[in-house]
């Protein structure tokens, strides 16, 4: 059979850390990058007799990211234990959701190639992250460091209608945007606060039902997760056509080698014995807190970019830039602002020269000297024709690194422009009077001089002429 008879049935599960100081059920600390072990007491190491209790901070967070994905947020949910046994799981069991979750039928929007496509979500439930295993492998000791046992996660858990792995990437983006918008998560997918398992299964074109589906585990990129998943497509596709039949498991994704590798068979809702945590009460949240935390929702990357579109007369591809930070959104509007001109240019300047310069920060643009105020003051300095195009990008540079305003980056380094119209015709006239053969032969019909006459008069203007100024002297001078 040729690959176009198969069609692809993916849905991803996605485990965002909430941004919350401390853990889900204890008051330990949830920063990245303790000394292993440090960050742990009785409740989450699961001594005998340590009892949880909720964070609500938490339960603020989760709601946040269920309405901003369109779900309906239960009044009542309930915390269930999920059994199973692993080193990194002192307790034995993960205090989880299942069948009462807080948030339930989202939708996420994505664009495709074919137009947009709504993307459902299950569910976005709330649970205790587990510890960490680390193993030598020269073969020494493993080791189990408990300090993100306890952290707040939400699962939030997609429909299976995506049908290749661009659209999963797509997915995966458009909700990073999201949490990461609504203050929920940090979007870090290196230091796994926000990571994905995808659910890979396929079929043949016009087959209704779906045939058994492998979990793929382990993708921190959106790199990995296109790679995972059109390997362990092909690895499927191979099966069936082979007379195989694929088997319902979780496998791990090898980013060095780009294939997935058999972890254990997949289990089942009921190999985890779930029943519901009796150390916690029902969950239960009132209308008037949930459409508090509706109203203090900010304006999403979606809706934002539509609106860049429109009232700033941005590309859709300029657009979805400018809104895949929050940070940077923010920035270039108040750069408008600042600036009063033409949003289209202040869109090109942020997007082609000041993401270059910070793209390599740690802070990002929040990090740099260069304000939306100098920015506009700079932008000015142009539109007013006291600086060349060449010269204003020497003087952005300056600014991002010291934070000098612009005007006195300009003096400083002589970039001003020459508009006077005397300095430009005693450098026209001069020029010319040194090139009485190529003026003979410019007014003979060899127009194309004029560049090399534009030439010799900014050099003799030191780089400082204004080129509108200097070509309608030429032109002006030579007789055109």
């Not at 809702?269 to 150390?279: G, K, L, N």
């Not at 400018?322 to 202040?346: C, D, M, P, Q, R």
């Not at 997007?351 to 003051?377: C, F, H, M, Q, Y």
Request: hydrophobic letters at 40%.
């Amino acid at each position: 059979m040729a690959r176009s008879d198969w069609e692809v049935i993916i849905g991803l599960e996605v485990h965002a850390q909430l941004l919350t100081a401390s853990k889900i059920f204890c008051s330990c600390s949830t920063a990245f990058g303790a000394e292993p072990n440090s960050q742990t007491c009785p409740v989450c190491l699961g001594m005998p007799g340590a009892l949880p209790a909720l964070n609500g901070k938490a339960v603020e967070l989760a709601i946040r990211a269920g309405l901003g994905t369109g779900c309906e947020i239960r009044r009542e949910s309930v915390f269930a234990r999920k059994n199973y046994y692993y080193p990194d799981l002192p307790k034995g069991y993960q205090i989880s959701q299942y069948d009462r979750p807080l948030c339930e039928h989202g939708t996420l929007t994505i664009d495709t190639p074919e137009g947009e496509k709504v993307v459902g979500i299950t569910r976005i439930h709330m649970e205790e992250d587990a510890g960490k295993n680390t193993h030598d492998p020269e073969g020494g000791p493993s080791r189990v460091d408990l300090n993100r046992a306890g952290v707040p996660l939400i699962e939030i858990v997609g429909e299976p209608d995506l049908r290749s792995s661009d659209e999963a990437v797509e997915y995966l983006k458009g909700l990073r945007d999201i949490v990461v918008y609504l203050g929920v998560n940090d979007g870090n997918l290196e230091e796994g606060s926000f990571r994905c398992d995808a659910n890979v299964s396929v079929r043949t074109v016009g087959e209704t039902a779906l045939r058994n589906r492998v979990e793929l585990k382990n993708i921190n990129s959106f790199r990995y997760v296109k790679q995972a998943i059109e390997y362990e497509v092909d690895r499927q596709i191979d099966v069936w056509e082979e007379g195989g039949k694929v088997v319902t498991e979780t496998r791990l994704f090898d980013p060095q080698k780009g294939v997935t590798r058999s972890m254990r068979t997949k289990e089942e809702a009921q190999d985890y014995r779930y029943f519901p945590e009796p150390d916690l009460l029902p969950l239960r949240v009132g209308d008037e807190w949930i459409e508090s935390i509706r109203g203090s929702l900010p304006e999403l990357p979606r809706e934002k970019a539509a609106r860049f579109h429109s009232e700033y007369g941005l590309s859709a591809y300029d657009a979805g830039v400018l809104v895949a930070e929050k940070a940077i959104a923010e920035w270039y509007e108040a750069a408008v602002a600042a600036f009063g001109g033409s949003a289209k240019t202040v869109a090109n300047w942020v997007i082609n020269e000041i993401l270059r310069l910070v793209k390599d920060s740690r802070e990002g643009i929040a990090g740099s000297r260069l304000t939306p105020a100098k920015l506009a003051a700079l932008l000015d300095l142009l539109e007013a024709r006291k600086v060349s195009g060449a010269g204003a990008k020497q003087i952005l540079e300056e600014v991002h690194r010291s934070g000098a305003e612009p005007a006195e980056v300009m003096a400083a380094k002589g970039l001003e422009q020459v508009s006077d119209t005397g300095a430009v015709d005693a450098a026209v006239e001069k020029v010319l009077a040194a090139n009485a053969d190529q003026v003979a032969k410019y007014q003979g019909g060899k127009k194309n001089l004029l560049g090399f006459f534009m030439g010799q008069v900014m050099k003799e203007l030191k780089g400082q002429g204004d080129p509108k100024v200097v070509t309608d002297a030429l032109r002006a001078r030579l007789g055109d």
